[in-house]
């Protein structure tokens, strides 16, 4: 099993290696890229207690982005990295590298939210359920105010047919962020087919 993990986490920093990389060559890097050298304007108590507190949707967008951009910091480099690219690999609609990605990045960050959340995503596309909801609640017990993590969470709920919980996991995900479209027209949906239509 040792060997295995080993296995995977070689196999996934060796499809991380830029072009150069195996010849010796050093590559040309942006700075910033894998690096937490950029000191957050806020912390995630203030920016959390900012979306909450958002007037417009504009306004929340911009706090969301910086929360994400601290989400995407594990504090190591290398798993930053591994982050980027599996992250890559999703919007190329690699699922299966992806997968592999993450999966390495776990063993190596295990305590890293989004490498989680994202991994439960990953999964989730390849409509592995039952490893999404596992990864997605370990995100959420690293970082309980995940509102992306609980979004993932209540669709594959409502996968299941499961609508009450979809329904709290996604009234959980608003209260943190409250603009999280379209959560928001889900949400009515859901309440009405759930509580029944209110008098």
């Not at 890229?33 to 920016?47: Q, R, V, Y």
Request: hydrophobic share 50%; glycine share 6%.
């Amino acid at each position: 099993m040792i060997l295995m993990r080993f296995s995977v986490l070689v196999l996934a920093l060796v499809l991380l290696l830029p072009a150069g990389a195996v010849s010796g060559r050093t590559p040309e890097r942006d700075p910033d890229a894998g690096t937490t050298s950029k000191a957050p304007i806020a912390d995630l108590d203030t920016l959390f207690d900012a979306l909450g507190h958002a007037r417009t949707e504009a306004d929340a967008k911009l706090i969301e982005g910086e929360i994400w951009a601290i989400w995407a910091h594990s504090g190591s480099p290398t798993a930053d990295l591994l982050l980027e690219r599996a992250m890559t690999a999703l919007e190329n609609e690699d699922v299966e590298t992806a997968r592999l990605i993450l999966d390495a990045l776990v063993e190596l960050a295990p305590d890293f939210a989004e490498a989680w959340h994202r991994r439960g995503e990953a999964a989730a596309l390849a409509e592995d359920y039952e490893t999404a909801l596992l990864c997605l609640r370990k995100a959420l017990a690293l970082e309980p105010r995940h509102f992306a993590a609980l979004t993932g969470l209540g669709s594959i709920f409502e996968e299941y047919g499961d609508k009450p919980a979809a329904l709290e996991a996604y009234r959980r995900a608003l209260a943190i962020n409250p603009f999280i479209a379209p959560l928001g027209t889900i949400e009515r949906r859901l309440s009405r087919d759930v509580e029944g239509q209110k008098i």
